[in-house]
């Protein structure tokens, strides 16, 4: 008598109890691509403006600064200076925009610093995006900032009895300009806020830096009534070179040297200044 032998059963697969497996189901759909750099700036940029809509206070220099400086300036020197306020105006307020962009500036290095200290930028960094897209999306972001304190500082001018010749064109062609130049210094500031350790370290040194800067220029008066040191001092000014092309754009005499002059300086610190940020931001922990 033949003995049949008892087979063991195979226990059944996961795939078998459970369908398709996990590797099957991630190729059987076609999933979408991952978004390119410039989605990946705009998207950053978006969140620079949540962040000013949810912390408003940010606006608060934004706001008040070119009011205060654009008043105060104009009546307290307008008289001495140029006979009369509304003359001194025509003379003040293109530096009064370079002025207050520039010091707008700041806080682009003092967000990233304050970003860098809660932990966010290591999140990002974890995100399959372009790798430089939160730092430029950031600045690109900050351009909404440039462009509400330029239209401060030209409605307040308007207010006191300040009309430009080159008309609207020639406002929109200076605001474009005002901002190219903050975006291409704003690297230095992106730099400062990978350096410093706090955000009130990155504020007080830009402002070592910028007041002398801004102050050693020709925002308020002819360099030709100051010392020949001062002058020359004055000649290598990018904050002068910019002042000089805005007060060009708005007489309706826009001089193209002068505009690519004041263009060298951004230029040449975005070359430098960009790099460093990025090594120093891969490096950071």
């Known amino acids: 008598m033949t003995q049949t032998a008892n087979t063991p059963k195979t226990a059944p697969t996961p795939s078998a109890q459970n369908g398709p497996d996990l590797n099957t189901l991630m190729h059987a759909v076609e999933r979408p691509a991952l978004p390119g750099a410039p989605a990946n700036v705009i998207a950053f940029g978006w969140r620079a403006l ?3 809509k949810h912390v408003p206070e940010q606006l608060f220099d934004v706001l008040v600064t070119p009011i205060m400086f654009t008043v105060m300036f104009t009546f307290l020197f307008g008289g001495a200076l140029a006979g009369s306020p509304q003359e001194y105006l025509v003379f003040l307020l293109p530096g009064i925009l370079a002025q207050t962009v520039v010091f707008t500036v700041v806080y682009t290095g003092v967000t990233l610093n304050t970003d860098i200290s809660k932990g966010i930028y290591d999140r990002f960094k974890s995100m399959p995006v372009w790798h430089p897209s939160p730092l430029v999306g950031a600045m690109v972001g ?3 900032r440039y462009t509400g304190s330029s239209v401060i500082v030209f409605f307040i001018g308007f207010l006191l009895g300040y009309r430009p010749e080159a008309g609207l064109g020639g406002v929109i062609l200076a605001i474009v300009l ?3 130049f903050a975006f291409g210094i704003g690297w230095v500031f992106t730099t400062l806020g990978l350096l410093m350790r706090t955000p009130g370290a990155v504020m007080t040194l830009s402002w070592l830096v910028l007041m002398p800067v801004t102050f050693a220029s020709n925002i308020f008066v002819d360099p030709a009534t100051m010392p020949d040191l001062l002058q020359t001092i004055i000649a290598f000014n990018p904050i002068a070179h910019l002042v000089t092309a ?3 754009i708005l007489a309706g005499a ?3 040297g002068g505009i690519a002059l004041a263009m ?3 230029i040449v610190l975005t070359a430098i ?4 940020t990025m090594r120093l931001y891969r490096r950071q922990r």
């Open 50 to 52: 949540l962040k000013i």
């Open 264 to 266: 060298v300086a951004p």
């Open 142 to 144: 900050d351009v909404i």
């Open 178 to 180: 005002l901002n190219a």
């Open 246 to 248: 805005l007060r060009s």
């Open 254 to 256: 826009a001089d193209p």
């Open 273 to 276: 200044f960009g790099p460093v």
